[in-house]
């Protein structure tokens, strides 16, 4: 008779990135360095785009990752892969990882001492969110994110994208049918139907426009509320 090996339920507690763990905006701020500061010509390249592909973003003929991946293809576009990777992890370590708000680190010692399995799961390059979620905690951990590709000669997000509700079927496609969705942690509405699927919701230092979605689309009583700091907003 074969032995049956029973398999203990996992709970998992889930974390958006950007304005969630940290104070910041990595895109935002891999934007700035790269091409505010980088090359003139992809300073150029970049302002062009922005003025063919913005009108369509305003009216939702292009999305926001197709947005975002232009800015991306235009601050890498002519760099060898490896030369794109290696600025892109010096800003990281430069000039995103000061935003890491001081009170995740406890945050995520009590939920693993208390049986949680922790799972990053943001819309920005799956690339840069290990360079920072891999330095800054190094407690196991799931990382997914949106899949950097090569396209005409620079960096993109045309691979598996993370937003939304797309968030939910790429969790759903890696986690076991069974995992208890215990817990989620958002600052941004588009975070919603992550919060919806899990049993608890916290919400961390929203703008008075996402905090009237929270409460329209949760109830008041339906999420905690955190204001969470870093050494960055301090200084």
């Keep these: 008779m074969p032995l049956q090996v ?53 009216v939702g003929l292009v999305g926001k990752t197709q947005f975002k991946s232009a800015l991306l293809w235009s601050a890498t576009v002519g760099m060898p892969v490896r030369q794109a990777l290696r600025r892109i992890r010096s800003i990281v370590d430069e000039s995103v990882k000061p935003h890491w708000f001081d009170e995740v680190g406890a945050e995520l010692e009590e939920l693993r001492k208390n049986g949680l399995n922790v799972c990053y799961v943001s819309a920005s390059g799956e690339f840069w969110l290990r360079v920072l979620l ?79 979605a929270f409460r329209a689309a949760l109830g008041a009583d339906g999420f905690s509320l955190v204001n969470w700091t870093s050494g960055s907003q301090k200084n």
């Design 6 to 58: 029973h398999r203990e339920t996992q709970q998992y507690a889930f974390f958006d990135v950007d304005g969630t763990v940290i104070a910041r905006d990595s895109f935002r701020i891999l934007m700035r360095e790269l091409i505010l500061k980088g090359n003139p010509l992809r300073l150029l390249i970049a302002l062009i785009l922005c003025a063919l592909l913005f009108p369509g973003k305003l």
């Design 134 to 212: 891999n330095d800054m905690d190094h407690g196991p951990k799931i990382i997914v994110g949106s899949r950097l590709m090569m396209f005409c000669g620079g960096l993109t997000l045309r691979g598996a994208n993370c937003l939304g509700h797309e968030k939910i079927r790429r969790l759903r496609a890696l986690l076991p049918a069974d995992t208890i969705w215990n817990i989620a942690y958002s600052d941004h509405r588009a975070d919603l139907p992550l919060l919806r699927a899990s049993r608890k919701r916290v919400v961390v230092n929203p703008t008075p426009r996402n905090l009237k």
